[in-house]
């Protein structure tokens, strides 16, 4: 079955640290793959998706993730960390259903940004 | 353009009560998923519909009906409502094309007590 393991629950780091978190999938096929960012009490917002091509993919705020099919990993990163990026950080891979490509979600990464 | 759209925003409900949750999009988007969230678990499929008039069962179902008589409209309802069904409930939409990336609704907290 398809899962997808986000093995930091809490990470805190300083403001203007780099950042770098964990995601690992498992599914058979080429996966398609995203992060999302969910701020307190809001919805989520998409920040990159992977499907092909360049394994570096750049997304908004600043974020980037980089996609290893070695290691099964699409882990996301941030050279310098803002305040405002404190929030809860979660990893999805698409899995195909019948005619509809559901997405699997990790159990997320909760962020908090020290001043 | 208001995207996808959830109401209400809050809910406490007694166990055994029913309720129904609205999701609406104005993209016209062929696909729509209801998920709960809960605490260290991530986003759990609940139902999920492939266009108007079609619904299917996602990862966790019990307890949980849908539908989709309107295009723009996905309804999740609780028939009798159980402790276990507090959570926040959210709604996504998507497009036809392949980029699969889900628009997310801002959520509905319910409480059931």
């Known amino acids: 079955a398809q899962s997808v393991t986000q093995p930091d629950i809490h990470i805190t780091v300083s403001e203007g640290a780099s950042l770098e978190l964990r995601c690992n999938y498992s599914?058979?096929?080429?996966?398609?793959l995203f992060w999302y960012v969910q701020s307190p009490g809001q919805g989520l917002q998409l920040l990159l998706k992977?499907?092909?091509?360049?394994?570096l993919v750049q997304g908004i705020k600043g974020f980037e993730a980089e996609f290893k099919r070695s290691q099964s990993s699409f882990n996301l990163r941030k050279p310098s960390v803002h305040w405002s990026d404190a929030a809860e950080y979660f990893c999805a891979v698409a899995i195909s259903s019948g005619s509809a490509r559901q997405l699997t979600f990790g159990s997320g990464t909760q962020l908090t940004v020290l001043p | 353009n208001a995207g996808v759209t959830q109401t209400p925003k809050f809910r406490v409900l007694k166990t055994g009560q029913s309720m129904t949750l609205l999701c609406a999009q104005d993209?016209?988007?062929?696909?729509m998923y209801w998920y709960r969230q809960d605490p260290g678990m991530g986003l759990r499929l609940i139902h999920y519909s492939v266009g108007e008039g079609t619904t299917a069962k996602g990862e966790v179902p019990d307890g949980y009906n849908v539908s989709r008589l309107k295009k723009q409209n996905f309804l999740l309802g609780l028939e009798s409502a159980a402790p276990s069904q507090t959570s926040v409930y959210f709604c996504?939409?998507?497009?036809?094309?392949?980029?699969?990336?889900?628009?997310f609704g801002p959520g509905t907290r319910l409480t059931v007590t």
């Open positions: 992977y499907f092909s091509g360049d394994t």
């Open positions: 599914y058979g096929a080429t996966p398609y």
């Open positions: 996504a939409s998507r497009g036809q094309g392949k980029s699969y990336e889900q628009y």
């Open positions: 993209m016209n988007h062929e696909y």
